[in-house]
């Protein structure tokens, strides 16, 4: 597919990065192959690949060239790749669809990135590490074995070890639709939409010093619809309007991970035709309540 990706931002270690040049990202390794997946109802099947795939099940974009990652039912060993609703179809998430809402601060934990063993980066399992699922269909010439993030998985509500993260995964598709395609995502298995980042507290600070507002927006989008839905700015129809910025951070800068509205996207793009505020204030209290998308109750931390 000839695409460029950044090592972090598809989860490669620096050794995979290296042999991706030869062996191919994914989406195209896996044109051709027959592949052992499990369906909605626990069914294990075996489905072909028979073209580079297309369309995400995190957003509406099915159009395109992108980052792909495949998207498996389970995390751990036994973890096999999601068959979709039709029973013929294999499941697959654009990389930077999955990477924003596992980092997302609302929906933080409801997509996580597991490695070829299936396998995230909180679990502590010290035998873990040593697992090779033999059915993953993937890593077993013992080409790249030691990918960050080989797949993702997204909580279910049979699957999830507590209530949190499914309630907010439930709210979000039951009360929000995306602005671009104006589609809710009360019906689908694996859609989330994410609301707009302006005004948030932890807001990447360089950019919130761009907005005139002071109440955090709630306009909600998914994440591919809101990167590729080919909006231009109101102002100049040839510019087109950015509205995802993802980092994945490094040992000198944080991570961003900021999601906007067009209103909001336009702020942020064309900042630097406004003056800039000396510093960030505190800001007065709102005169309307505005709420993000949260779950109807909170999991008690037992850390504590």
Known sequence: CKLSVHEECYGLSSKAGRLFSTLGCYACRSVGRTIKGRTLKGVIKVVKQE???KECVLCCVNTGVHAMNPLYDVAGKHGKHAILQDGKSLAWVHSLCALTVCSNRT????????DINGWFSDDNDEESQDVIDEDNNEG????ITDVSIHHYVMVTKHGAKDRYHWNIIRDSRQILKCIDCG?????????IAIQCTACDD???CKFKRTHNDVNPCVQAMHVGCA???NRYCRNNKNTPLRRIYFFPGNAVDDPIVEAYCPKHAEEVQFAQKKPKRD?????PPPTTTFTKILPSKKIEDKSS
């Not at 589609?183 to 859609?191: P, V, W, Y």
């Not at 510093?279 to 800001?283: A, E, R, V």
Request: with cysteine; hydrophobic share 25%.
């Open 183 to 191: 589609k809710n995502d009360a019906r689908s298995n694996f859609r």
């Open 227 to 229: 990167m590729w839905c």
């Open 279 to 283: 510093s960030i204030t505190t800001p």
């Open 140 to 143: 077993g010439d013992g080409s």
């Open 107 to 114: 929906t933080l934990g409801c997509v996580y990135g597991c």
């Open 202 to 204: 932890a807001e990447y």
């Open 51 to 53: 073209s580079r795939p």
